[in-house]
Nanobody, 123 residues
Framework: QVQLVESGGGLVQPGGSLRLSCAAS????????IGWFRQAPGKEREGVSC????????YYADSVKGRFTISRDNAKNTVYLQMNSLKPEDTAIYYC????????????????WGQGTQVTVSA
């Protein structure tokens, strides 16, 4: 059974850090581009970051560039999103998704999705 499971969300103060994990089962994550998306209440789902399957290239939304880092551990079949200097506007449900094609900002191009993990940045 193909599955993506996110973990690592929680409540953190502004300026704090969290590391999200996206663990895959039922398929080999290394063969897929893995994207992180987020969705805040009342807003559309937006792409946050992506790591390609071919050469490990990474991509970031302008709003998180310099603060978030995406990485993958193929031996653990897991992708991570290290989030530093968190801001209240980073509050959202964070989803990871896998695409057989390369990284894309468009959610509809991803084949598998996790259930999401809540990140809340608040004092």
């Amino acid at each position: 059974q193909v599955q993506l499971v996110e973990s690592g969300g929680g409540l953190v103060q502004p300026g704090g850090s969290l590391r999200l994990s996206c663990a895959a089962s039922g398929f080999t994550l290394a063969y897929y581009a893995i994207g992180w998306f987020r969705q805040a209440p009342g807003k559309e789902r937006e792409g946050v970051s992506c790591i390609s399957s071919s050469d490990g290239s990474t991509y970031y939304a302008d709003s998180v560039k310099g603060r978030f880092t995406i990485s993958r551990d193929n031996a653990k079949n897991t992708v991570y999103l290290q989030m530093n200097s968190l801001k209240p506007e980073d509050t959202a449900i964070y989803y990871c998704a896998a695409a057989q094609l390369e990284c894309s900002r468009y959610p509809e191009l991803y084949d598998y999705w996790g259930q999401g993990t809540q990140v809340t940045v608040s004092a």
